[in-house]
């Protein structure tokens, strides 16, 4: 069993490692400048929380939060940044060009496969590597961006799947969790595609870095578990008051309802109405998302308030039942005493209660 964890925690980080070096090739290809490789260092910070994860941790994760995650976000995110913002060559040339060129790069592929097959030789293999990476370089960029932003987002939910889940969540809480991420990835992978398509946001810079901040911030939910962690509060939480019980009792359904107002679904909506009434950009799908939003934001909220309802009821509830249980100890503990104990007295391990007893004539005379 411990074999499989270490297992599945270093698979997982390579995983990580390959997609991240991919997304550096690309800068380097884009850009035509081999000092973007230097991105690559950032992934010595995966290095390091491997190793300290398999000397500390055995492999497994942690309570909250999942320190791969957020650092493949860290190697990876930099790289997509470069890329959108190289928009020079984001449009596709026209059908008949891309359909020329790939049909050549296809029959040149093919031919070197096939002459490979038959001499069988070192040389030839890396020669079909070669130009195996070559037809990649040829994919139109924007298919190259949006390639990336996909498996990027498939990385995440499966890397968080295959990642062992530490001692604070169970697989169940896990299982939730990654279907959470399946409808939050498509609704960022929306968000990217449809904005940044655009020509009047490409036309502005700073409408793109601020799309792409949005965009960041919304990948901070994946590195955290805390939307599904449940916490069991004491009893002693009811005395302190409305506060401390509604944080404790709905601890995971708070963290749900902050993290889609003000990492996901808040700031989406902001974006999409900025860019429907300020740059006058109105499309269907435009319109769409920024309506489902909107009422993920009202939805949220109409729980947050049925929340609180539910919670103030239970506190004044709780004075009745503190009263009924404090009335009378007294008598709950006499009508606890069944009738045997009251013969077996001191020697049952029971005080033995005060009762007038007969007093018999032959008691009032003792004999002498």
Same mark, same amino acid.
């Given at each position: 069993m411990e074999a499989l964890v270490l297992l599945n925690a270093l698979a997982? *980080?390579?995983?990580?490692?390959?997609? =991240?070096?991919?997304?550096?090739?690309?800068?380097?290809?884009?850009?035509?400048e081999p000092l973007y490789w230097l991105l690559a260092l950032l992934n010595l910070l995966l290095f390091l929380e491997t190793g300290l994860t398999l000397k500390f941790k055995r492999g497994r994760g942690y309570k909250w939060f999942s320190p791969a995650i957020?650092?493949?976000?860290?190697?990876?995110?930099?790289?997509?940044?470069l890329l959108e913002m190289h928009h020079e060559t984001q449009h596709c040339s026209s059908r008949s060009e891309g359909t020329s060129q790939n049909t050549s790069s296809k029959e040149n592929f093919n031919q070197t496969l096939m002459s490979s097959e038959q001499s069988n030789g070192a040389g030839d293999l890396i020669k079909t590597a070669r130009v195996f990476v070559n037809n990649l370089s040829t994919v139109c960029e924007k298919v190259w961006t949006l390639g990336l932003h996909q498996t990027f987002l498939?990385?995440?939910?499966?890397? *968080?799947?295959?990642?062992?889940?530490?001692?604070?969540?169970?697989?169940?809480?896990?299982?939730?969790?990654?279907?959470?991420?399946?409808?939050t990835a498509a609704d960022i992978l929306e968000f990217t595609s449809e904005t940044l398509e655009e020509q009047n946001v490409r036309n502005s810079p700073a409408l793109v870095y601020a799309i792409l901040v949005i965009w960041t911030w919304s990948m901070l939910q994946f590195p955290l578990d805390l939307a599904v962690q449940h916490v069991v509060c004491p009893l002693s939480v009811a005395t302190k008051g409305f506060p401390s019980l509604f944080f404790c009792q709905y601890s995971a359904d708070l963290w749900n309802i902050g993290i889609?107002?003000?990492i996901q679904d808040g700031p989406f909506l902001v974006v999409r109405l900025i860019l429907m009434t300020y740059f006058k950009v109105i499309n269907q799908m435009l319109v769409f998302f920024a309506a489902k939003?909107?009422?993920?934001?009202?939805?949220?909220?109409?729980?947050?308030?049925?929340?609180?309802?539910?919670?103030?009821? =239970?506190?004044?509830?709780?004075?009745?039942?503190?009263?009924?249980?404090? =009335?009378c100890p007294c008598e709950q503990a006499v009508s606890e005493i069944s009738p045997g104990d009251w013969v077996r007295g001191s020697n049952g391990g029971l005080d033995t209660p005060l009762q007038a007893l007969p007093v018999t004539p032959e008691d009032s005379h003792p004999t002498p």
């Open positions: 997982t *980080r390579l995983l990580f490692l390959l997609h =991240s070096l991919v997304g550096v090739w690309r800068v380097t290809e884009v850009k035509k957020f650092l493949y976000l860290i190697s990876i995110v930099p790289s997509l940044w498939l990385m995440l939910i499966i890397g *968080r799947w295959l990642l062992p889940i530490g001692g604070g969540i169970t697989r169940d809480q896990l299982s939730q969790l990654l279907l959470m991420f399946v409808g889609s107002i003000f939003n909107f009422l993920v934001v009202v939805l949220q909220l109409y729980r947050l308030v049925v929340l609180g309802m539910d919670v103030r009821a =239970s506190l004044r509830n709780q004075p009745g039942r503190l009263k009924a249980e404090h =009335s």
